[in-house]
């Protein structure tokens, strides 16, 4: 509970899907004040995770991920269980930080390093897994849908970015359900999330469909 990094925000994701599921609302109440701490001290003032790993590990864009959806996954814990809305609080850090960190709106280096693979000098050092950038595309639905500055942002993948994340489907359902591996992200998250109804239009290149996207409530 008392880590600094996305293990202790990681408790409080189970602690809170505990607490609402047997209705302890004093539990859930002390939870919220935990969080906007723990967001305060997670989130630097220029929109970074100064907790996590530092740019150049092997794992780096992995933590990145990992720690920005157990952001938005607990934020929906407090919309759904208390009509809280975590991504205004705080001076709207967890808008800040996901449009800082996602790749589709910042033009950023791969901070994994380049190639993502670990040193050769070491034998032991475990060969780090292949990592699937669709990871972010549910995190590009969740702060399209709340942080109001990123609307009408357009969307553009990064040739150090992994192939298959390349097109991002402008329906969210027609993203992946279920992700592989520890990524953070719960299976069938999208779910019930409502879209517009929007007249038919087939985008003619990449960038045009991605520059369609509209994940906001109808």
């Known amino acids: 509970r008392d880590s600094k990094n996305h293990t202790g925000l990681y408790y409080d994701i189970d602690d809170m899907a505990v607490s609402h ?5 004093r539990r859930m109440a002390q939870i919220w004040k935990r969080s906007l701490e723990r967001l305060s001290n997670h989130v630097s003032n220029q ?3 100064p907790h996590e790993v530092a740019t150049g590990s092997a794992q780096c864009e992995h933590y990145q991920m990992v720690t920005l959806q157990g952001w938005w996954t607990l934020a929906r814990l407090f919309s759904n269980a208390m009509g809280e809305t975590l991504w205004t609080a705080e001076r709207e850090a967890l808008c800040r930080v996901s449009e800082h960190m996602i790749p ?3 033009d950023r280096d791969d901070c994994d390093g380049g190639s993502g693979s670990s040193s050769s000098s070491s034998l032991l050092e475990k060969q780090p897994p292949r990592r699937d950038d669709r990871r972010w595309w549910p995190l590009v639905v969740d702060t399209m849908r709340n942080c109001p500055a990123s609307e009408h942002k357009r969307l553009r993948w990064r040739e150090w970015m992994s192939e298959e994340s390349r097109n991002v489907p402008t329906n969210l359902y027609n993203m ?3 992700f592989e591996g520890d990524t953070g992200i719960a299976p069938f998250w999208n779910l019930g999330l409502k879209v517009k ?4 239009r087939t985008p003619t290149t990449a960038a045009a469909a991605a520059a369609a996207v509209d994940y906001k409530d109808p």
């Open 21 to 25: 599921f047997v209705r302890d609302e």
């Open 47 to 49: 929109g970074t995770f």
């Open 197 to 200: 109804k929007t007249a038919a």
């Open 104 to 106: 589709f709106w910042r």
């Open 176 to 178: 992946p359900r279920i």
